[in-house]
């Protein structure tokens, strides 16, 4: 429980976080935030670490000469990347051979049926699109690897995909992050970028909800 508290603390309040780590480590930030980045992209059991919220709060600091930005964007993008194509091949490797269980903690197979089903609907775009949505985004590229989807074909969607990510976000944050309002909500800008990074996983939650509902309608009135 305390665990969840100080992570949930970690995500609201990573502004200030980051700012203490610059402050601690130095240079060693730049290490620090590409662990991270590629942990969260690269492990299918550390879905839960900050991914929008982190590039965003990095590129406010950027904004303050704390980090310099072309190096830190370089550095997110190339974790975000090479996060995926772990991941890409630990599923295309070992997938089968990963125990995810219905009442696992962070293996859900909830969580992988839905990846599946979104991979399934979107296709190649999936892996550009889940770039934006928690939890999703970790599991995307296991679920290409698990699939043996073409390497070739992946690599080109990944790239673009985390190009996109990490320069929407730590750009963003450069440009918006240290507006007053934005300085001095930044809590609610985080809660704010989280619900509309999860809004599409929601959406379909209650979607797929809706139609399990029509389709056992249907069987009772048959």
Do not use: C
Not at 99 to 128: M, S
Not at 143 to 158: H, I, Q
């Amino acid at each position: 429980m305390e665990f969840i508290q100080s992570a949930v603390s970690f995500v609201l309040h990573v502004d200030q976080h980051l700012l203490e780590i610059v402050s601690d480590y130095g240079t060693w930030t730049y290490g620090i935030l590409f662990l991270i980045i590629f942990l969260e992209t690269g492990l299918v059991i550390t879905p839960f670490l900050p991914g929008d919220s982190l590039l965003f709060a990095a590129g406010a600091l950027a904004a303050q000469d704390s980090l310099r930005l072309v190096f830190l964007w370089i550095l997110l993008v190339g974790a975000s990347i090479i996060g995926d194509n772990v991941n890409y091949w630990i599923g295309r490797k070992l997938g089968r051979k990963i125990p995810f269980k219905e009442n696992a903690k962070v293996l859900k197979k909830e969580y992988l049926n839905r990846t599946e089903r979104f991979y399934e609907k979107y296709g190649t775009k999936a892996i550009i699109i889940a770039r934006f949505i928690p939890i999703i985004r970790t599991i995307t590229p296991f679920v290409a690897g698990l699939g043996k989807m073409n390497y070739r074909k992946f690599l080109p969607f990944d790239i673009f995909g985390g190009l996109l990510w990490v320069s929407i976000f730590v750009f963003g944050g450069y440009y918006f992050g240290n507006l007053p309002f934005v300085k001095d909500n930044f809590s609610l800008v985080v809660v704010v970028i989280i619900l509309i990074s999860v809004a599409p996983f929601i959406i379909e939650y209650f979607r797929h909800k809706k139609r399990k509902k029509n389709q056992s309608n249907l069987t009772d009135y048959r």
